[in-house]
């Protein structure tokens, strides 16, 4: 993702609401990634629909502490990704990147 300009922020933040896997920044905006991984291609769909509605308001509610905790006063724009890595774990993964992948159906 820093190959395609994003920038590093933090990784696995917790919190009682739930993780995070990636912070990011994308210019402007703040970006919440979700990663899951898949040995086979064949779990690329599995692996996309494993963040159902419950995983992605955990997800949101964990990104709305993120923001209370490092942006309280002026908050940026944000969204959030998911980032789908397909191959055994030895061999370099294959990256299936969905940005934008929830829209305000996942609010808190």
């Excluded at 030895?90 to 159906?105: G, T």
Aim: aromatic share 6%; charged share 30%; net charge positive.
């Amino acid at each position: 993702m820093q190959a395609r300009g994003l920038s590093y922020l933090a990784r696995n933040f917790r919190c009682r609401e739930g993780e995070i896997d990636l912070v990011m920044r994308d210019g402007e905006t703040l970006v919440f990634v979700e990663v899951r991984a898949r040995r086979s291609r064949s779990g690329l769909e599995r692996a996309a629909e494993s963040v159902g509605l419950p995983k992605q308001r955990r997800l949101a509610r964990a990104a709305l502490r993120y923001l209370q905790q490092h942006h309280s006063e002026d908050p940026p724009p944000c969204r959030m990704d998911v980032v789908l890595l397909i191959g055994p774990s030895e061999a370099a993964p294959r990256l299936h990147w969905i940005r934008s992948a929830y829209d305000s159906a996942a609010a808190p």
